[in-house]
């Protein structure tokens, strides 16, 4: 069993900063790609950023700049700092992970619950 848990969510002004955590935990035997997707309402699921076990990151245009994601591979965690956030930035945010299991070496790409994200004045 995988659980990816998030948190760091919240209500922020424009301007505003925040930082989300991911953590997985459970039969983990390696963890390749992680990353953070977002749905705002009535949108599909969008990729927000990624980052390789190697620490290669790749960024959506909308948030180039603005956004950092980083991850501690000794702790199995992934962070999303966002900065200069916008309305535009309200969504529900989603980290992902690809992990291959320690009990089965089978790969499978897990997601987290979900976390609100409200920019507003």
């Known amino acids: 069993q995988v659980q990816l848990v998030e948190s760091g969510g919240g209500l922020v002004q424009p301007g505003g900063s925040l930082r989300l955590s991911c953590a997985a935990s459970?039969?983990?035997?390696?963890?390749?790609?992680m990353g953070w997707y977002r749905q705002a309402p009535g949108k599909q699921r969008e990729l927000v950023a990624d980052i390789t076990k190697g620490s290669s990151t790749n960024y959506d245009d909308s948030v180039k700049g603005r956004f950092t994601i980083s991850r501690d591979n000794a702790k199995n965690t992934v962070y999303l700092q966002m900065n200069s956030l916008k309305p535009e930035d309200t969504a529900v945010y989603y980290c992902t992970a690809h992990i291959i299991s320690r009990t089965s070496y089978s790969s499978h790409t897990y997601w987290g619950q979900g976390t609100q994200v409200t920019v507003s004045s």
């Open positions: 459970g039969t983990i035997f390696s963890i390749n790609t």
